[in-house]
T-cell receptor, first 108, second 112 residues
Framework: TQLLEQSPQFLSIQEGENLTVYCNSSSVFSSLQWYRQEPGEGPVLLVT?????EVKKLKRLTFQFGDARKDSSLHITAAQPGDTGLYLCAGYGNKLVFGAGTILRVKS | DTEVTQTPKHLVMGMTNKKSLKCEQHMGHRAMYWYKQKAKKPPELMFVYSYEKLSINESVPSRFSPECPNSSLLNLHLHALQPEDSALYLCASSLGRAQPQHFGDGTRLSIL
């Protein structure tokens, strides 16, 4: 069974701070997605990473896929209250496997 | 706005009722999924349809019955549910089985 360990589970920070969320596994994934979910809505796809060592940027968000395709990170620069939500990493092995999620709260 | 549409948004039903959840996408995706999500937890896979055929059933109780009438529609028929089945039910679709999934906003289901 493929597992994705996501950390931290909960993060409460002040507006303007930086943060990093990690997803780690002992398994290799063919691709990895990051989603953000707000209350009352479904997860929204932020990015897909496919190549080992790949780095993708989406405004203040930077996503990295490990060289061995077993881990990934999401870094947010200068967090804003609008970044508040549940962040989920999900990796494709033989099916989509989700991490436990990170609840991010950004206080103004 | 999501491109995967789920109806209804909210549903309250008794344990003896029969109801159906509906999901629709017009992106030409050939894989569709049902997930169950409890509060502040990740989605749990229930069913996968690929080219309108059921390809994965994650040992879901028979009181949940999926149906894929065509490539754009996915239904989840509910019968004799239990209070612990109360959750957000999410539908997703993807171009193919290993492609990024796009989620609807879900149906919030409450079992009385």
């Amino acid at each position: 069974t493929q597992l994705l360990e996501q950390s931290p589970q909960f993060l409460s920070i002040q507006e303007g701070e930086n943060l990093t969320v990690y997803c780690n596994s002992s398994s290799v994934f063919s691709s990895l997605q990051w989603y953000r979910q707000e209350p009352g809505e479904g997860p929204v796809l932020l990015v897909t990473v496919v190549t080992g060592g790949e780095v993708k940027k989406l405004k203040r968000l930077t996503f990295q896929f490990g060289d061995a395709r077993k881990d990934s990170s999401l870094h947010i620069t200068a967090a804003q209250p609008g970044d508040t939500g549940l962040y989920l990493c999900a990796g494709y092995g033989n099916k989509l496997v989700f991490g436990a999620g990170t609840i991010l709260r950004v206080k103004s | 706005d999501t491109e995967v549409t789920q109806t209804p948004k909210h549903l309250v039903m008794g344990m003896t009722n029969k109801k159906s959840l509906k999901c629709e996408q017009h992106m030409g995706h050939r894989a569709m999924y049902w997930y169950k999500q409890k509060a502040k937890k990740p989605p749990e896979l229930m069913f996968v349809y690929s080219y309108e055929k059921l390809s994965i059933n994650e040992s879901v109780p028979s009181r949940f019955s999926p149906e894929c009438p065509n490539s754009s529609l996915l239904n989840l028929h509910l019968h004799a549910l239990q209070p612990e089945d109360s959750a957000l039910y999410l539908c997703a679709s993807s171009l193919g089985r290993a492609q990024p999934q796009h989620f609807g906003d879900g149906t919030r289901l409450s079992i009385l």
